[in-house]
């Protein structure tokens, strides 16, 4: 009974909204000491037992340019299978607002989010845990990215000088691990500035050492269509 309290105790603290701002400030913290840049993290919510909620968070390069920002990310973890077998289960990960800005001054240049690889890589060679994620949204997000060196090219699409906006995707991940892939995509639109606008794109990717397979691709576009039943690549 006393167990019961204490734990009903935690949670009613838990959902208090000055410790969610001080969770949220506590762990920018820490981030920051890590990465060396700034981080920002209005709050951190957790619902227990699966609900991890980061609202109004913002992560800047080292040159202090903003790199990632959003609204609110909110991830649903499924802690059974992490637990017992060490594989990574996600029930969905809803991101809203995202904006990311990736940049380099050249082609071969470092690009501004090789610090986060620095800073969390362990030297070794990575291996990649089992994952699988049910549902991954994004809504509303604006992506961009920026080679300095290469020229622009105004009303035309360039992939050195990408302005992604309104872009809203539902994928579903159902397993990743170091040799093998098996995703849907549900959904996919988007507006780039030189006026190109992909209205929908949906398939599903079975791909592993022996080869790959797209299934049901399709693709829409305001003037035009493309579908493709299957194909098979080795």
């Given at each position: 009974r006393v167990l019961c309290v204490v734990l009903l105790l935690l949670v009613v603290?838990?959902?208090?909204?000055?410790?969610?701002?001080?969770?949220?400030?506590?762990?920018?913290?820490?981030l920051e000491d890590k990465l060396g840049t700034r981080v920002v993290l209005d709050g951190l919510r957790w619902r227990l037992p699966a609900d991890i909620i980061l609202d109004s968070l913002r992560l800047d390069a080292l040159e202090?340019?903003?790199l990632l920002a959003a609204d609110r990310l909110a991830v649903k973890m499924n802690w059974r299978p992490l637990i017992r077998e060490g594989r990574i289960a996600i029930?969905?990960?809803?991101?809203?607002?995202?904006?990311?800005?990736?940049?380099?001054?050249?082609?071969?240049?470092?690009?501004n989010y090789q610090f986060l690889i620095d800073a969390f890589s362990t030297g070794k060679k990575a291996v990649l845990?089992?994952?699988?994620?049910?549902?991954?949204?994004?809504?509303?997000a604006?992506?961009?990215?920026?080679?300095?060196?290469?020229?622009?090219?105004?009303?035309?699409?360039?992939?050195?000088?990408?302005?992604?906006?309104?872009?809203?995707?539902?994928?579903s991940l159902k397993m990743l691990t170091n040799d093998s892939l098996s995703m849907m995509m549900r959904q996919l639109s988007l507006k780039e500035k030189s006026g190109f606008q992909l209205d929908d794109m949906t398939f599903r990717l079975?791909?592993?050492?022996?080869?790959?397979?797209?299934?049901?691709?399709?693709?829409?576009?305001?003037?035009?269509?493309?579908?493709?039943d299957s194909l098979f690549a080795d």
């Open positions: 603290v838990a959902h208090l909204p000055w410790v969610q701002h001080r969770a949220g400030v506590a762990l920018a913290s820490k202090g340019l903003p029930r969905n990960i809803r991101f809203y607002n995202p904006t990311i800005a990736v940049r380099a001054d050249s082609a071969g240049a470092e690009p845990p089992e994952m699988q994620i049910n549902s991954l949204i994004i809504r509303g604006h992506l961009t990215y920026d080679i300095a060196a290469e020229p622009e090219t105004p009303a035309e699409l360039n992939p050195a000088h990408l302005d992604v906006s309104d872009l809203n995707a539902h994928l079975v791909a592993n050492r022996q080869g790959a397979t797209l299934v049901g691709f399709n693709l829409k576009m305001p003037q035009s269509e493309l579908r493709v």
